[in-house]
Nanobody, 114 residues
Framework: QVQFVESGGGLVQPGGSLRLSCAASGMTFSMHTMGWYRQPPGKQREWVATITTSSYTDYVDSVKGRFTISRDNAKNTVDLQMNSLKPEDTAVYYC????????WGQGTQVTVPS
């Protein structure tokens, strides 16, 4: 069964940085485009970033220039480096395949106070 385990979240002041990591299992990781998603409080889950099997990346406009997605196929992990964090980045962050599949991990909470 496909599983995702996200880690690295926390409380960070505006302008700070965090690095999220996601460990995937139960799938041939190197053959899948992967994505990061987030769910802000009281809102629907939204797409944040994608990395293809050839490491082409794409981002939602609100994080371009601040976030960087990367992958390590040897470790079956996908990371999200988040810099210049803003209060509007507060959310639970999840990784999944892209387009999103049916399996979700617990996510990791990122809080940036205003």
């Amino acid at each position: 069964q496909v599983q995702f385990v996200e880690s690295g979240g926390g409380l960070v002041q505006p302008g700070g940085s965090l690095r999220l990591s996601c460990a995937a299992s139960g799938m041939t990781f190197s053959m899948h485009t992967m994505g990061w998603y987030r769910q802000p409080p009281g809102k629907q889950r939204e797409w944040v970033a994608t990395i293809t099997t050839s490491s082409y990346t794409d981002y939602v406009d609100s994080v371009k220039g601040r976030f960087t997605i990367s992958r390590d196929n040897a470790k079956n992990t996908v990371d999200l480096q988040m810099n210049s964090l803003k209060p509007e980045d507060t959310a639970v962050y999840y990784c999944n395949q892209a387009p999103r599949g049916p399996y979700w991990g617990q996510g990791t909470q990122v809080t940036v106070p205003s």
